[in-house]
Structure formats: structure tokens, C-alpha cells
Nanobody
Framework: QVQLQESGGGSVQTGGSLRLSCEAS??????????MGWFRQTPGKEREGVAI????????VYDDSVKGRFTISEPDAKNTVYLQMNDLRPGDTAMYYC?????????????????WGQGTQVTVSS
């Protein structure tokens, strides 16, 4: 099994920044085995991919809505992946989830990921 623990959410004003953290642990986790992603969801809407980092330094993918504002990191020695979020907007308000998996296609599609964290809330006010 793999456990994912998010942290770092909170409330900020438009233009502010937050850094989310996702620490992976568990007997089923091996460094570099899973691609890691950040997704977000608002009530009544489907979970949407924000950013993912492929295993083996094969690159990163971002949703168009966050390109140039959000940056996902490679997993570090503590098996933690970060999502640096700058220039936040009210439209970024959502519950943010960390995920791990090996998507065969559509890296920003939630069905490609098998492990999920509990989520951390991000609220951006105007």
C-alpha cells in the first residue's frame, strides 16, 4: 500500500502564493516507481488534473490554466512532492489532492492514478 499525506493548504488573497506538500510512504512505495500528480476538485465538478511529474525525470505536464503560475517538483529524498502555486486566483479555489500511479495515457486524467491522499483545501479570495 501507498499512503499520501498532503499539507500546505490555506486561505490567501488574489495574487498570493501557497506551497502544497505531498509525502508518500508505505510498503508499496518505491522512490521513482510512480508518477505523482496534483488534482483539484470543487463541489459538483469532476476532479481535474493540475500538474504531474513523470517517473525517471521524464518530464512534467501542466494544465493550461496553471501554466506559468504553478510548479511541481520532482520527489525529494523524503519522498515528498511539492506544488508551488503563485499568482493565485479565485478560480483556483478547490480541494487539492495528491495522487500516485502510472497513467498510460492522459496524464491529467484521474483514472490513471491508483493512490490518493485525503486532500487539502485552498481558498483564494478576491
Amino acid at each position: 500500500q501507498v499512503q499520501l499525506q498532503e499539507s500546505g493548504g490555506g486561505s490567501v488573497q488574489t495574487g498570493g502564493s501557497l506551497r502544497l506538500s505531498c509525502e508518500a510512504s508505505g510498503s508499496g512505495y518505491a522512490y521513482g516507481y510512480y508518477s505523482m500528480g496534483w488534482f483539484r476538485q470543487t463541489p459538483g465538478k469532476e476532479r481535474e488534473g493540475v500538474a504531474i511529474v513523470y517517473t525517471g525525470s521524464r518530464g512534467k505536464v501542466y494544465d493550461d490554466s496553471v501554466k506559468g503560475r504553478f510548479t511541481i517538483s520532482e520527489p525529494d529524498a523524503k519522498n515528498t512532492v511539492y506544488l508551488q502555486m503563485n499568482d493565485l486566483r479565485p478560480g483556483d479555489t478547490a480541494m487539492y489532492y495528491c495522487a500516485a500511479g502510472n497513467p498510460l495515457s492522459g496524464p491529467l486524467r484521474a483514472e490513471g492514478y491508483i493512490f490518493w491522499g485525503q486532500g487539502t483545501q485552498v481558498t483564494v479570495s478576491s
